[in-house]
C-alpha cells in the first residue's frame, strides 16, 4: 500500500524556519520526481521544489534560495528545508510523487505569524 505521510509543519515566526518530512512506503522515493506543493486558503494549489532521481532540483522562484529540498534514500523520506519565511508561506504543504502513476500526501500546516 502506497502512503506518503507529512510532518514537521507549525507555527513559526517570520523569519524562522521549518524542516518538513514526507515518509514514503510502498516506493521508493529514489526512483520518483518528488516535489513539494503548498495551498493557501482561497489560492489553487502550486509547486514549490522538486528533485529527480538524478538528484537535480528546481524551485518556484519565490522559496528560492530560502527552501531546500532534499531525500534521504535509507529512510525513503523527503525534506524540505524552510529557512527565513514570510507569512506569505503559510499554506498546507503536500508531498508529491510522479512517475508513471502518481501519489499525494495528506499536507501538513505551515502556518508563519509573530
Known amino acids: 500500500q502506497v502512503q506518503l505521510v507529512e510532518s514537521g509543519g507549525g507555527l513559526v515566526q517570520p523569519g524562522g524556519s521549518l524542516r518538513l518530512s514526507c515518509a514514503a512506503s510502498?516506493?521508493?522515493?529514489?526512483?520518483?520526481?518528488m516535489m513539494w506543493y503548498r495551498q493557501a486558503p482561497g489560492k489553487e494549489r502550486e509547486w514549490v521544489a522538486s528533485i529527480t532521481s538524478a538528484l537535480v532540483t528546481n524551485y518556484a522562484d519565490s522559496v528560492k534560495g530560502r527552501f531546500t529540498i532534499s531525500r534521504d534514500n535509507g529512510k525513503n523520506t523527503l525534506y524540505l528545508q524552510m529557512n527565513n519565511l514570510k507569512p506569505e508561506d503559510s499554506a498546507v504543504y503536500y508531498c508529491?510523487?510522479?512517475?508513471?502513476?502518481?501519489?499525494w500526501g495528506q499536507g501538513t500546516q505551515v502556518t508563519v505569524s509573530s
Open positions: 508529491y510523487a510522479r512517475r508513471f502513476d502518481y501519489y
Open positions: 510502498g516506493f521508493t522515493v529514489s526512483t520518483y520526481v
